[in-house]
């Protein structure tokens, strides 16, 4: 069956993306748009100006932005207020257009988590359960992949020994099973692929 845009970005792996400010983890909005557009090459996002073409909406004390992302024929809509660094509001005879334009790139990357890209962020968590699982999946398929590839050497002749030293040198661990991260698993697996039989002269 195939994946909803939702489940495709819900379960797309953020955490290499994500920064720190101050205790805020956020997605910068250029990372955002760049994993949108890698997924889905035809998205657009549209800037929902006021009926007098201003880039911001006001109802005379603050004001707000609107940003529509288009993604295969669904739209989703989302509002943020135009806030200083405190996020507070500001007064509508100090905005700026620098001030409109920080909101407007905030307001794209919370559109974005409608469409699932980074929506756990809103909850206090860097990744979603369903990303969560895809992330242990990958690195179960991984680390199946180094067993598969121990098998062969064993069979060609390669010494257990050897096979665990090369294990060791790049994940610090003997153990395949104690191998914490896919990055570190596909290493092992180009290392163990390296592996030759010694013969005596």
């Not at 098998?151 to 153990?175: C, F």
């Amino acid at each position: 069956m195939e994946k909803s845009v939702f489940q495709i970005l819900n379960e797309y792996d953020i955490t290499e993306h994500l920064k720190k400010k101050d205790k805020i983890v956020y997605l910068p909005w250029s990372k955002a748009w760049m994993i949108v557009k890698s997924l889905f090459p035809s998205a657009k996002f549209t800037i929902n100006k006021a009926a007098d073409g201003c880039i911001y909406h006001t109802d005379g004390k603050t004001a707000w932005v609107e940003v529509s992302i288009t993604i295969n024929d669904q739209t989703e809509t989302e509002s943020l207020a135009v806030m200083d660094f405190r996020n507070k509001s500001i007064p509508i005879d100090t905005i700026t257009s620098a001030d409109a334009e920080k909101s407007i790139k905030r307001c794209l990357v919370k559109c974005a988590a409608l469409h699932g890209l980074g929506l756990s962020l809103w909850t206090g968590e860097e990744l979603s359960s369903a990303a969560r699982k895809k992330k242990e999946d990958d690195l179960d398929d991984v680390k199946q992949e180094i067993l598969s590839v121990v098998a062969g050497k064993l069979e060609a002749g390669v010494s257990k020994d050897t096979i665990y030293k090369a294990i060791e040198s790049v994940a610090g661990v003997k153990n395949p099973n104690a191998i914490k991260d896919i990055a570190t698993a596909q290493k092992v697996v180009e290392q163990i692929k390296k592996l030759e039989v010694k013969h005596n002269a």
